[in-house]
């Protein structure tokens, strides 16, 4: 039977946790450990400063107190399973929102799937866009169709990427009988903007909250492959990643600039 790790930045009472857990039964064993709270936007953290605490919520499903995304991963590897019998595959998610463009860098989501391929297992993180996160009236139908049909293949078949490579898939807000399909894109380029809000306790101490960025993107001249024009155009976003974050069309340009010296 195959062995499948899920897992989610959006804490273990996710619906969209939920809802991958029923989509992917069907496929193999299943081993939830999720945060024990929601980590959104926590990046690739791993927690060093403090003891972590795997709580069993029942057989085979466990949330990590105090523990972030990469810290599921990391510990379920090294803990819950045994040497020649890892999962078959990781995935992270349903996660409520999406994940797109620059957006991973900050991503819980997509950093339990780095976490996974760093470690050689094939990964994927899932993300639902949603117009309104605090919506959870959603069924995530189509998420369950897609992350289904992709985790069959690559379970029945092979893994299409390469060593330290992920799949971050995106879901548009649309029924299944309304998706015009899978598209193969790019990360896009994503908008931020300002959204710190000042505020002051009842002290008279000032504090901020970040607050959410609308879901906006910059245009490219190719910008009909990128993952948010997908989305936007009805069609399940499905991007490559790599963890390689070397520039290589700069070494040259480098090297050249750095063999030019230092004098003013």
């Not at 992350?147 to 078949?157: E, F, R, T, V």
Request: aromatic residues 10%; charged residues 20%; proline residues 5%.
């Amino acid at each position: 039977m195959k062995r499948i790790l899920i897992t989610n930045d959006d804490g273990y009472q996710s619906p969209g946790l939920l809802a991958l857990q029923s989509a992917l039964s069907p496929l193999g064993h299943i081993m939830i450990v999720a945060p024990a709270s929601e980590k959104s936007a926590c990046g690739h953290g791993m927690t060093l400063t403090r003891p972590l605490r795997f709580v069993e919520i029942e057989d085979d499903f466990y949330k990590l107190e105090d523990g972030s995304p990469t810290d599921c991963v990391y510990l379920s590897l090294n803990a819950l399973y045994q040497e020649g019998f890892m999962p078959d595959l990781i995935v992270s998610g349903i996660n409520i929102g999406s994940n797109m463009g620059e957006d991973i860098s900050y991503s819980g989501t997509a950093s339990a799937a780095m976490e996974g391929v760093l470690h050689g297992i094939p990964s994927i993180a899932i993300s639902q866009v949603l117009q309104d996160k605090n919506y959870f009236g959603f069924d995530f139908e189509l998420a369950k169709q897609s992350i289904y049909k992709i985790a069959k293949k690559i379970l029945n078949h092979t893994y299409p990427l390469g060593a330290r490579e992920f799949l971050n898939i995106n879901i548009p807000q649309i029924s299944p009988k309304d998706c015009k399909g899978f598209k193969i894109t790019e990360l896009g380029i994503r908008a931020y903007g300002n959204d710190a809000h000042v505020h002051r306790n009842p002290r008279g101490e000032e504090y901020y909250w970040l607050g959410l960025h609308p879901l906006a993107w910059n245009e490219r001249e190719n910008n009909e492959t990128s993952d948010f024009e997908a989305t936007k155009n009805g069609y399940v976003s499905i991007t490559p990643i790599t963890l390689d974050f070397t520039a290589r069309n700069r070494l040259r340009t480098l090297e050249d600039w750095i063999s030019g010296g230092f004098n003013e």
